[in-house]
């Protein structure tokens, strides 16, 4: 195809060297000012090229079979042949487009020197049309505008030509790589993905769409969790996408690469309900057979490949509508396809965008045409002309005024770039099935119904989802324990009940019941806490649980103190008590006992008022870890429980507890131990060895039963009627003496008689034989003297005289006192017959205890 050259090799070899000097230039950023050595490119006013019939076009493409990326170049030269043969049928434009195809073989320099022939040895070209190599078409794009021509590729993807500053005279009828990214935002909005990653082949130009998405998830919102790039082994990086959760994986790597990919997903359980796959689309079909270096069969591929969606541009629209070559891209692709069946060369996606260019160009070529004519007119009276910025200006403003519908949808150009349709297409069961489109134009995404498919029963989860749950107390548990506390509670109000009812019962009345009640109330606020600690955040809002949190925690040190505090009381004065190994009497009242409790309750709420103050209770909450569904759901279960917590919290509970252990330390110090039960046993037994008229002792009548305490009492009344009857006896006894003091000697002797059973009672109730009255060693000593005989030398005295004598008085008073003190004072637990009014203080039994069973015994007298 190609045409005569006019200039000779020969003639050209030095512009050639030239020429090369001068791209180079362009290159770096410098114009060329000698371009007009073999083709004038800067007069496009005064080129006779714009008013042709025959219109040369550049092509730039690899057609040698040996090249990299050819095959596209083959499949894509049908296309644009018939793009111009249904221009010319049009009859829309005065000019017919001539078609020149340079070979750049996909490699810069022969790339570069086919544009050199083409610029020194070819027609006037008025635009380039191809670029299909990355590297070779950025090469020749940087330095168009140096010669005022504008390039446009229909297959070059790459994401770097999109930089207009360094490509200004760049456009691309194929949508760049980037453009799928916002058709993948679309996509992650439209299932409510809001956390992805991404996994990168580190070569350029998947970094760069890397680069771009980053920017565009970013503006939208999206987290991006996890970003992993790799060389050649991909199963690291797919593994830390594992562990930092990342469900949504946006990959960008190469089918040969992708096939690892897969295979890596497979060994490390990351495909299927929970994980969904988002990659290129632009793989040759059964990729994963041609390109599977992997250890994994084709079998496990296909299983971990299932459902991953790929998102590409759309090579022709779905739309029935008829483009600007009157055909609809249907009935075009029947004609390219028996075009190109009749060449025998293989399809191409980029067939569609290559003859969507070739009307791009005619439409713009003619509308500069008119421009020029129009200026051409204007100026024909100034003789003026048109310089190659103006020209080169007029190109690139028509060229993004473009819009039309063409086989490949709307074709319109924003900076250069295409702004056109995106496929998503998904893997099911061994083939791609188209599940949506995104149209760039409107911002709108169109997935048809019921195609897409998910493998759970829904679309994977973006992460997995924690669902706190609280743990708390089994409410069935907490209903039978509330229902036992309140049983509780109503028998403690039923015996406070009693207790108050039955305060002054004799029985009751000797077992403190105002102790008692103190006892039943502490118990009372102790059930109380019971039902404050079964709450949680289940029944109460996270303010409310805080309050609960020093409510219960006050009632429950109150009730506890209040309880065991009246306890330890009744307990130490029990101790009190028995610690008196001499049987000392000894009277603690109910009043000491209430101090005792009311100063424990004082250092509690010293404490709790302190502790509220200083370092209040907060609500805390202590997560465990992770536990999966027990449903199968997609979500993870991770329990908590809340607690009541504090700062310092092992502060104060170390001052409760020492305060509280404290307390506990007393109250074992209090209960009698063995050796104090010894000591008293010991006292006991040699008291009954001491006093063999004693019946009982202190031991025996506390284990007497009740038949030997009825027998007693009986004694005690019997013992009290005749001491009624000796106080008679006494009072007779008495007047006789103060009526005839002279018959003092002929008293009877049975009077004696009966002061002996007096001393006789005593002795009864006393158990020591050496404790007996000191009367009765008197008279025993003397008692001739006494009772039996008169003085002699008293006998001849007169009767008032003896009366008053001073040893009648002392007579009266050796008699009378003792008696009385035998009669009386025994019974209230005073001093016995041993105290004479010449008896010393000292060895009184005043200052002796009675044994504690007779004291009760006597003591009702």
């Given at each position: 195809?190609?045409?005569?050259?006019?200039?000779?090799?020969?003639?050209?070899?030095?512009?050639?060297?030239?020429?090369?000097?001068?791209?180079?230039?362009?290159?770096?950023?410098?114009?060329?000012?000698?371009?007009?050595?073999?083709?004038?490119y800067?007069?496009?006013?005064?080129?006779?090229?714009?008013?042709?019939?025959?219109?040369?076009?550049?092509?730039?493409?690899?057609?040698?079979?040996?090249?990299?990326?050819?095959?596209?170049?083959?499949?894509?030269?049908?296309?644009?042949?018939l793009?111009?043969?249904?221009?010319?049928?049009?009859?829309?434009?005065?000019?017919?487009?001539?078609?020149?195809?340079?070979?750049?073989?996909?490699?810069?320099?022969?790339?570069?020197?086919?544009?050199?022939?083409?610029?020194?040895?070819?027609?006037?070209?008025?635009?380039?049309f191809?670029?299909?190599?990355?590297?070779?078409?950025?090469?020749?794009?940087?330095?168009?505008?140096?010669?005022?021509?504008?390039?446009?590729?229909?297959?070059?993807?790459?994401?770097?030509?999109?930089?207009?500053?360094?490509?200004?005279?760049?456009?691309?009828?194929?949508?760049?790589?980037?453009?799928?990214?916002?058709?993948?935002?679309?996509f992650?909005?439209?299932?409510?993905?809001?956390?992805?990653?991404?996994?990168?082949?580190?070569?350029?130009?998947?970094?760069?769409?890397?680069?771009?998405?980053?920017?565009?998830?970013?503006?939208?919102?999206?987290?991006?969790?996890?970003?992993?790039?790799?060389?050649?082994?991909?199963?690291?990086?797919?593994?830390?996408?594992?562990?930092?959760?990342?469900?949504?994986?946006?990959?960008?790597?190469?089918?040969?690469?992708?096939?690892?990919?897969?295979?890596?997903?497979?060994?490390?359980?990351?495909?299927?309900?929970?994980?969904?796959?988002?990659?290129?689309?632009?793989?040759?079909?059964?990729?994963?057979?041609?390109a599977?270096?992997?250890?994994?069969?084709?079998?496990?591929?296909?299983?971990?490949?299932?459902?991953?969606?790929?998102?590409?541009?759309?090579?022709?629209?779905?739309?029935?509508?008829?483009?600007?070559?009157?055909?609809?891209?249907e009935e075009?692709?029947?004609?390219?396809?028996?075009?190109?069946?009749?060449?025998?060369?293989?399809?191409?996606?980029?067939?569609g965008?290559?003859?969507?260019?070739?009307?791009?160009?005619?439409?713009?070529?003619?509308?500069?045409?008119?421009?020029?004519?129009?200026?051409?007119?204007?100026?024909?009276?100034?003789?003026?002309?048109?310089?190659?910025?103006?020209?080169?200006?007029?190109?690139?403003?028509?060229?993004?005024?473009?819009?039309?519908?063409?086989?490949?949808?709307?074709?319109?150009?924003?900076?250069?770039?295409?702004?056109?349709?995106?496929k998503?297409t998904?893997?099911?069961?061994?083939?791609?099935?188209?599940?949506?489109?995104?149209?760039?134009?409107?911002?709108?995404?169109?997935?048809?119904?019921?195609?897409?498919?998910?493998?759970?029963?829904?679309?994977?989860?973006?992460?997995?989802?924690?669902?706190?749950q609280?743990?708390?107390?089994?409410?069935?548990?907490?209903?039978?324990?509330?229902?036992?506390?309140?049983?509780?509670?109503?028998?403690a109000?039923?015996?406070?009940?009693?207790?108050?009812?039955?305060?002054?019962?004799?029985?009751?009345?000797?077992?403190?019941?105002?102790?008692?009640?103190?006892?039943?109330?502490?118990?009372?606020l102790?059930?109380?806490?019971?039902?404050?600690?079964?709450?949680d955040?289940?029944?109460?809002?996270?303010k409310?649980?805080?309050?609960?949190?020093?409510?219960?925690?006050?009632?429950?040190?109150?009730?506890?103190?209040?309880?065991?505090?009246?306890?330890?009381?009744?307990?130490?004065?029990?101790?009190?008590?028995?610690?008196?190994?001499?049987?000392?009497?000894?009277?603690?009242?109910?009043?000491?006992?209430?101090?005792?409790?009311?100063?424990?309750l004082?250092?509690?709420?010293?404490?709790?008022?302190?502790?509220?103050?200083?370092?209040?209770?907060k609500?805390?909450?202590?997560?465990?870890?992770?536990?999966?569904?027990?449903?199968?759901?997609?979500?993870?279960?991770r329990?908590?429980?809340?607690?009541?917590?504090?700062?310092?919290?092992?502060?104060?509970?170390?001052?409760?507890?020492?305060?509280?252990?404290?307390?506990?330390?007393?109250?074992?110090?209090?209960?009698?131990?063995?050796a104090?039960?010894?000591?008293?046993?010991?006292?006991?037994?040699?008291?009954?060895?001491?006093?063999?008229?004693?019946?009982?002792?202190v031991?025996?009548?506390?284990?007497?039963?009740?038949?030997?305490?009825?027998?007693?009492?009986?004694?005690?009344?019997?013992?009290?009627m005749?001491?009624?009857?000796?106080?008679?006896?006494?009072?007779?006894?008495?007047?006789?003496?103060?009526?005839?003091?002279?018959?003092?000697?002929?008293?009877?002797?049975?009077h004696?008689?009966?002061?002996?059973?007096?001393?006789?009672?005593?002795?009864?109730?006393?158990?020591?034989?050496?404790?007996?009255?000191?009367?009765?060693?008197?008279?025993?000593?003397?008692?001739?003297?006494?009772w039996?005989?008169?003085?002699?030398?008293?006998i001849?005295?007169?009767?008032?005289?003896?009366?008053?004598?001073?040893?009648?008085?002392?007579?009266?008073?050796?008699?009378?006192?003792p008696?009385?003190?035998?009669?009386?004072?025994?019974?209230?637990?005073?001093?016995?017959?041993?105290?004479?009014?010449?008896?010393?203080?000292?060895?009184?039994?005043r200052?002796?205890?009675?044994?504690?069973?007779?004291?009760?015994?006597?003591?009702?007298?």
């Amino acid at each position: 195809m190609r045409g005569s050259m006019a200039p000779s090799r020969r003639d050209c070899r030095w512009e050639m060297i030239f020429l090369s000097g001068c791209l180079l230039l362009s290159v770096l950023g410098f114009q060329p000012t000698a371009a007009k050595v073999c083709n004038d490119y800067t007069r496009h006013g005064l080129d006779t090229t714009w008013y042709s019939k025959d219109v040369p076009i550049m092509v730039l493409m690899p057609m040698n079979e040996s090249a990299l990326m050819s095959s596209i170049s083959q499949g894509i030269e049908p296309a644009v042949q018939l793009a111009i043969q249904h221009i010319r049928e049009s009859k829309q434009y005065s000019f017919s487009l001539i078609t020149k195809i340079y070979d750049t073989e996909c490699d810069n320099a022969k790339g570069l020197r086919a544009f050199f022939d083409a610029i020194c040895y070819g027609p006037k070209h008025l635009m380039i049309f191809g670029g299909v190599c990355p590297s070779v078409t950025s090469i020749i794009a940087e330095s168009l505008e140096g010669w005022n021509l504008v390039q446009l590729s229909f297959a070059a993807t790459t994401p770097v030509l999109a930089d207009k500053k360094k490509y200004p005279n760049f456009f691309r009828t194929v949508p760049s790589d980037n453009a799928v990214n916002p058709a993948v935002v679309k996509f992650l909005n439209y299932y409510n993905w809001r956390r992805v990653g991404t996994l990168t082949q580190d070569v350029q130009r998947f970094s760069e769409v890397r680069n771009d998405l980053t920017n565009e998830l970013e503006r939208a919102n999206i987290q991006i969790a996890d970003t992993e790039s790799f060389s050649n082994d991909p199963c690291v990086n797919v593994k830390k996408l594992k562990d930092n959760d990342v469900r949504i994986i946006i990959g960008q790597f190469d089918e040969n690469l992708a096939s690892k990919v897969f295979c890596c997903a497979y060994n490390l359980n990351m495909y299927g309900s929970k994980y969904q796959w988002i990659i290129p689309g632009w793989y040759q079909g059964n990729w994963w057979e041609q390109a599977n270096s992997t250890n994994c069969t084709t079998k496990k591929l296909l299983t971990a490949m299932n459902g991953y969606i790929s998102v590409d541009f759309e090579p022709l629209s779905a739309k029935k509508t008829k483009g600007i070559s009157g055909r609809t891209p249907e009935e075009y692709e029947k004609e390219y396809n028996r075009e190109r069946e009749q060449k025998g060369v293989e399809s191409s996606k980029f067939h569609g965008f290559a003859y969507d260019g070739i009307w791009v160009i005619a439409r713009t070529l003619s509308r500069v045409m008119e421009l020029l004519h129009q200026k051409q007119r204007h100026n024909i009276y100034r003789n003026a002309t048109m310089d190659d910025h103006e020209v080169g200006k007029m190109v690139l403003d028509v060229m993004n005024e473009t819009n039309f519908f063409g086989v490949t949808g709307q074709v319109m150009f924003r900076n250069g770039e295409r702004m056109g349709t995106i496929k998503f297409t998904q893997f099911q069961e061994g083939e791609e099935v188209k599940v949506g489109e995104y149209n760039a134009i409107a911002d709108i995404l169109d997935l048809t119904n019921n195609t897409i498919w998910f493998p759970g029963v829904g679309p994977p989860k973006d992460r997995t989802f924690v669902h706190p749950q609280r743990r708390h107390i089994n409410v069935p548990l907490y209903s039978i324990l509330s229902t036992i506390t309140i049983l509780g509670m109503l028998m403690a109000g039923a015996f406070l009940f009693f207790n108050i009812k039955n305060r002054n019962h004799r029985l009751i009345k000797m077992s403190s019941p105002y102790m008692n009640n103190l006892i039943i109330l502490g118990g009372m606020l102790s059930y109380t806490s019971i039902f404050l600690f079964g709450l949680d955040g289940s029944f109460v809002s996270e303010k409310e649980f805080e309050t609960l949190c020093t409510v219960r925690t006050w009632i429950l040190t109150v009730g506890y103190t209040t309880a065991f505090g009246a306890m330890f009381a009744k307990t130490w004065r029990v101790h009190a008590i028995f610690k008196n190994v001499k049987m000392k009497k000894k009277i603690i009242k109910d009043q000491k006992l209430l101090i005792i409790v009311g100063g424990m309750l004082l250092i509690d709420l010293c404490i709790l008022i302190c502790w509220q103050i200083v370092d209040p209770l907060k609500r805390t909450v202590e997560e465990y870890s992770l536990e999966a569904d027990p449903q199968g759901r997609d979500i993870a279960i991770r329990p908590f429980l809340e607690h009541c917590e504090n700062t310092h919290m092992t502060i104060w509970l170390g001052i409760v507890y020492a305060y509280k252990g404290l307390l506990m330390l007393i109250t074992m110090r209090t209960n009698p131990d063995a050796a104090t039960q010894n000591r008293r046993l010991k006292f006991t037994q040699n008291q009954k060895k001491e006093d063999s008229k004693t019946s009982t002792s202190v031991t025996s009548v506390n284990q007497a039963n009740t038949s030997r305490l009825d027998g007693l009492q009986a004694d005690n009344h019997r013992l009290r009627m005749r001491i009624t009857e000796l106080d008679k006896e006494l009072e007779e006894v008495t007047m006789q003496l103060q009526d005839t003091p002279e018959k003092t000697p002929y008293i009877k002797q049975n009077h004696y008689q009966d002061v002996n059973n007096i001393l006789s009672i005593r002795n009864f109730t006393d158990s020591k034989d050496g404790e007996k009255s000191l009367l009765k060693n008197h008279l025993e000593q003397k008692p001739q003297a006494q009772w039996g005989s008169v003085d002699p030398s008293r006998i001849n005295r007169g009767p008032q005289e003896d009366i008053n004598s001073p040893e009648h008085i002392q007579r009266r008073l050796s008699l009378q006192l003792p008696i009385l003190h035998h009669a009386y004072l025994p019974s209230i637990g005073g001093v016995d017959a041993s105290c004479s009014p010449n008896s010393s203080p000292a060895s009184s039994p005043r200052h002796r205890h009675m044994p504690p069973s007779y004291r009760v015994m006597v003591s009702g007298l």
